[in-house]
């Protein structure tokens, strides 16, 4: 029976990952109908209703702003699990850091409530 050595499953791993996206895109290229772009197919189209004005608009900020405080505190709160799942196994040392990040969790919260962050109008 013949086993790779350490470092060439990572190599096997890197070479199918890497065909498989170039194998996709080929077989899509292949597979799609070829037709020309014409100025219909080029507007923006949304329940049947003709555009008014311009495709590109230029967003507000407050929501990226909203989003991205969702993204922070969501993605944050995902580091809790591990520590809840190991919660018995690591001590009180482990527990009053996370409760250093609760906290520091919070008053970012409460922050970004002030400055209206969270509001949409």
Do not use: C, H, N
């Not at 967003?59 to 969702?70: E, K, S």
């Amino acid at each position: 029976m013949y086993t790779l050595p350490k470092y060439e499953y990572f190599w096997v791993f890197l070479l199918i990952s890497s065909l498989i996206p170039v194998l996709a895109i080929t077989a899509s290229a292949l597979v799609a109908p070829k037709t020309s772009i014409t100025p219909e197919k080029r507007t923006s189209y949304e329940s049947g209703i003709e555009p008014m004005g311009e495709s590109w608009i230029q967003f507000q900020i407050r929501y990226y702003m909203f989003a991205l405080v969702f993204v922070i505190f969501d993605v944050e709160t995902v580091f809790l699990y591990p520590w809840a799942m190991s919660f018995d196994k690591l001590g009180v040392l482990a527990f009053v850091e996370v409760l250093i990040f609760i906290t520091i969790l919070i008053i970012g919260l409460i922050y970004a409530w002030r400055k209206g962050a969270l509001e949409w109008s």
